[in-house]
């Protein structure tokens, strides 16, 4: 029986089908006992997809049969002419190892191939039957091996729950082997799914078991992953030193001779590119741009799919915050495509849920909360919580684009929060709490405003992140003019100001510049904030994008400011040029 062929496999499909109805069984019973579809079964019958060898011995028990009986080349059970049974064929154990492992052989090419260019979905079915056939054959290095590597395909595709049951086992038959870097390498990969599943003291723990290795590959992972787990709780000097000390770890590999040149280069491309976050978490831009660019170029030159999404995330990140909106979102829709073409669900979901944020801070509503619901969709189904977060935000910020969704966004921003608090990510707390004041800003509700700009404050201060504070200080702004404390209000403005402009932070410029105009009756101030809004228009309008943006009501306020003060002075023709030059026919109404 050649179990290569249709013919071979049909041959077995009936072995099978016939042991099942010897046992007294139907195929919906066999199916369930061996936890498969019935659909899977019906193919092992008709021959179209080769059985593996796990759910063959899975059947074998529950039929009563050995597993053998599947692989015979004759019938055991065929009758002579005269009644009496033939004796059977003795099973060739020998033969039946050897076209194991030459199917064995075979899957493991077919896995390679499905590595390059990536297919993880098809690379977690090849490693099932490799997986197996090892098992079969008492090979359990590589049962560890293929465990590893289908759990590092689940990762990549986002199935989270999978990866993780895949890469523990990796762990649990390596340690029982004695095969360290197996280990290693799993518990490395199953600390980035905790971590992705909010669970960040395991994920520690993981980390911590990589960094003690005496393997260098293993020991800078493990300090650099430690690393970015000091950063995503804020923990920024501690981050920092972590990636000095990888960072010292590769030099060293490299003038020992552990590492050639180019394995130090890529591993330092991991370690800026975690330096990168703690830049940008900051506020600092300016900084962060030319390792984001280093960065961009090192991955592309060598390959790396996933630290050039990650680059790329950065430099979008970076676009969008220093207000160049047509390259932010021309890089986010290329992220989005690149994570498609790798298979990689989670840097799209996420990508889409940015893409979300920055189309609804354009106007574009409902463009945004189609986004932000299939980040969502996606963040849900793999239970990836930092993709819940960032679709979560963006389906805040598209409700509150739309009168009378202000609960909706609520509710939204709440669930950030309760993402980010059980994260303990700080830094997205406060951006979960801005959405919470602009709600509040929205429906007059000023104790609201108040606690939550008061917090949001507080925490944007101890992380040294200016851009957020910057806009933080304008909601405490507001929340001053609330209770009639102009002289607070105004102080709170200025240092807003203060703030966006050394980080050179868009949103943090125009609202704080905006505020500050509008207390004071500041022209000047006015002007400046607007003039950062018609940059960002024309960035709409280069990226091929509908100039939307005075759909946002915060922004269309600042033009608003401008006219009604212009008009207040009596410099009505300055006033009129100021609500024509806005292109928006309702600021006409202001006029009369």
């Known amino acids: 029986m050649d179990l290569s062929t249709k013919q071979g496999r049909r041959e077995q499909g009936l072995r099978i089908q016939r042991a099942v109805e010897q046992a007294g069984l139907s195929i919906e019973e066999i199916a369930g006992r061996i936890g498969c579809s019935r659909a899977l079964i019906y193919?092992?019958?008709?021959?179209?997809?080769?059985?593996?060898?796990?759910?063959?011995?899975?059947?074998?028990?529950?039929?009563?049969?050995?597993?053998?009986?599947?692989?015979?080349?004759?019938?055991?059970?065929?009758?002579?002419?005269?009644?009496?049974?033939?004796?059977?064929?003795?099973?060739?154990?020998?033969?039946?190892?050897?076209?194991?492992?030459?199917?064995?052989?075979?899957?493991?090419?077919?896995?390679?191939?499905?590595?390059?260019?990536?297919?993880?979905?098809?690379?977690?079915?090849?490693?099932?039957?490799?997986?197996?056939?090892?098992?079969?054959?008492?090979?359990?290095?590589?049962?560890?091996?293929?465990?590893?590597?289908?759990?590092?395909?689940?990762?990549?595709?986002?199935?989270?729950?999978?990866?993780?049951?895949?890469?523990?086992?990796?762990?649990?038959?390596?340690?029982?082997?004695?095969?360290?870097?197996?280990?290693?390498?799993?518990?490395?990969?199953?600390?980035?799914?905790?971590?992705?599943?909010?669970?960040?003291?395991?994920?520690?723990?993981?980390?911590?078991?990589?960094?003690?290795?005496?393997?260098?590959?293993?020991?800078?992972?493990?300090?650099l992953s430690l690393g970015s787990v000091h950063t995503m709780l804020g923990e920024y000097r501690e981050a920092m030193e972590s990636f000095d000390r990888a960072a010292a770890i590769l030099e060293t590999a490299e003038q020992d001779g552990t590492y050639t040149l180019r394995e130090a280069e890529i591993g330092m491309l991991y370690v800026n590119g975690n330096r990168i976050n703690v830049y940008l978490n900051g506020g600092d831009f300016r900084g962060a741009r030319p390792l984001i660019d280093r960065c961009v170029q090192l991955a592309e030159s060598y390959g790396i799919a996933d630290e050039h999404l990650e680059a790329?995330?950065?430099?979008?990140?970076?676009?969008?915050?220093?207000?160049?909106?047509?390259?932010?979102y021309l890089t986010l829709s290329s992220v989005i495509l690149l994570a498609r073409f790798v298979g990689h669900k989670g840097k799209e979901a996420i990508a889409s849920a940015w893409l979300g944020q920055l189309l609804a801070a354009a106007g574009d509503y409902s463009s945004s909360l189609q986004y932000g619901k299939d980040a969502l969709a996606a963040a849900m189904l793999k239970?990836?919580?930092?993709?819940?977060?960032?679709?979560?935000?963006?389906?805040?910020?598209?409700?509150?684009?739309?009168?009378?969704?202000?609960?909706?966004?609520?509710?939204?921003?709440?669930?950030?929060?309760?993402?980010?608090?059980?994260m303990r990510m700080e830094r997205a707390e406060i951006e979960c709490r801005l959405r919470l004041c602009r709600v509040a800003d929205l429906t007059g509700d000023n104790r609201e405003l108040a606690d939550h700009s008061q917090?949001?404050?507080?925490?944007?201060?101890?992380?040294?992140?200016?851009?957020?504070?910057?806009?933080?200080?304008?909601?405490?702004?507001?929340?001053?003019?609330?209770?009639?404390?102009?002289?607070?209000?105004?102080?709170?403005?200025?240092?807003?100001?203060?703030?966006?402009?050394?980080?050179?932070?868009?949103e943090g410029l125009w609202r704080a510049a905006g505020a500050l105009g509008a207390l004071t009756g500041d022209e000047g101030m006015l002007r400046s904030a607007i003039a950062v809004l018609d940059r960002l228009r024309s960035q709409l309008i280069e990226s091929g994008l509908t100039d939307s943006l005075l759909e946002n009501v915060d922004c269309r306020q600042v033009y608003i400011e401008l006219i009604t003060l212009l008009k207040r002075e009596g410099k009505l023709e300055q006033a009129a040029e100021a609500a024509e030059f806005a292109n928006w026919p309702p600021f006409s109404a202001l006029l009369r």
């Open 43 to 223: 193919q092992y019958l008709s021959g179209s997809t080769l059985a593996q060898p796990d759910r063959l011995q899975q059947i074998a028990a529950e039929c009563g049969v050995g597993l053998a009986s599947f692989y015979q080349d004759s019938d055991s059970n065929s009758a002579s002419s005269e009644g009496s049974t033939i004796p059977a064929v003795p099973f060739d154990t020998d033969d039946a190892a050897t076209r194991l492992s030459e199917t064995l052989r075979w899957l493991q090419d077919l896995a390679t191939a499905q590595e390059s260019p990536p297919n993880p979905t098809s690379l977690v079915s090849t490693c099932e039957r490799i997986y197996g056939i090892a098992g079969l054959l008492g090979n359990r290095v590589l049962q560890a091996q293929t465990m590893l590597r289908q759990g590092n395909a689940s990762l990549r595709i986002s199935d989270y729950s999978s990866a993780s049951d895949s890469l523990r086992t990796a762990i649990r038959l390596a340690t029982e082997i004695g095969e360290p870097r197996i280990e290693l390498d799993a518990r490395q990969s199953l600390g980035h799914v905790l971590v992705s599943m909010g669970n960040l003291n395991e994920a520690r723990q993981q980390f911590t078991a990589s960094a003690a290795s005496a393997h260098v590959a293993a020991r800078w992972k493990g300090v």
């Open 312 to 328: 790329r995330f950065d430099l979008a990140f970076c676009q969008y915050s220093t207000g160049n909106w047509s390259d932010a």
């Open 383 to 422: 239970r990836d919580r930092r993709g819940e977060l960032y679709a979560q935000l963006a389906l805040a910020d598209a409700c509150l684009g739309q009168d009378g969704r202000e609960s909706e966004a609520r509710y939204h921003a709440g669930q950030a929060l309760a993402v980010a608090a059980s």
């Open 455 to 506: 917090r949001a404050c507080q925490l944007a201060s101890k992380l040294g992140a200016r851009h957020l504070e910057s806009v933080s200080l304008v909601y405490a702004s507001r929340a001053y003019v609330a209770v009639g404390d102009t002289q607070k209000a105004v102080k709170a403005a200025e240092a807003a100001y203060g703030l966006a402009a050394s980080a050179e932070y868009a």
